[in-house]
């Protein structure tokens, strides 16, 4: 079965700095997809970004990047420029082929500093 | 383009009772899945529907069940309600198993009593 580890309960960044969440995961697949999600006080996931496993480039969305290590089943997500809205917990979650079903991690609460 | 829609968005409810959750896909949406969030367990899955089948279940007991009607939409039930299942229900639809992007509704905030 697969699983989704974050080891960091809490994060916390100064505005406009740079911050790093990490996420490990363990499969046996070799074709997945990964994601990151935001999740802010009003309760609604949102999609930040998205990483297929065939690829080996790192996804990047704006102010948002992954650093995929397939081999390490790591995949960290970078927010870069952090906002006062960028404030929220965020899960980690693994997707087999064929199947919407998500696999999230426990969580990181980031905070964020003006 | 309308998102996810759940309703109701907060339900109380006595051990014991029965209830019904309802979630709307996003429009051309024809999967749709179900989670329970707690702060002790976190996110688990509960369902997938796909067409009206049930493709995959989560590691609930048989008091949680759901369905999935021809225009997409999904309801969920919970039998016997237990203080336990007083949670956060997620609903998020996507537009065909070989899509990666899952869109979430705003939830069903249900406290049992």
């Known amino acids: 079965a697969q699983t989704v580890t974050q080891s960091q309960p809490e994060m916390s960044v100064q505005e406009a700095e740079t911050v790093t969440l990490s996420c490990t995961y363990d499969t046996s697949e070799s074709d997945y997809y990964l994601f990151w999600y935001k999740q802010p006080p009003s309760r609604q996931m949102i999609l930040v970004i998205r990483q297929e496993a065939y690829k080996q480039q790192n996804a990047t969305e704006n102010r948002f990047s992954v650093n995929f290590q397939k081999a390490a089943k790591s995949f960290s997500l970078k927010i870069s420029d952090s906002q006062l809205g960028d404030a929220a917990m965020y899960f980690c979650?693994?997707?087999?082929?064929?199947?919407?079903?998500?696999?999230f991690g426990t969580g990181t609460r980031l905070q964020v500093f003006p | 383009k309308a998102g996810v829609t759940q309703t109701p968005r907060y339900l109380i409810k006595t051990r014991g009772q029965q209830v019904t959750l309802s979630c709307s896909p996003i429009?051309?949406?024809?999967?749709v899945s179900w989670y329970q969030q707690t702060p002790g367990q976190g996110l688990q899955f509960l369902f997938e529907?796909?067409?009206?089948?049930?493709?995959n279940k989560g590691n609930f007991p048989g008091r949680f069940s759901g369905r999935q009607f021809s225009n997409s939409r999904s309801e969920m039930n919970v039998s016997t309600l237990e203080l336990g299942d007083s949670a956060l229900y997620l609903c998020?639809?996507?537009?065909?198993?070989?899509?990666?992007?899952?869109?979430f509704g705003q939830g069903t905030r249900l406290t049992v009593v």
């Open positions: 529907y796909f067409s009206e089948t049930q493709r």
């Open positions: 998020a639809s996507s537009l065909d198993q070989a899509n990666t992007e899952a869109f």
């Open positions: 979650a693994y997707r087999s082929p064929n199947t919407d079903k998500l696999i």
């Open positions: 429009s051309g949406h024809r999967s």
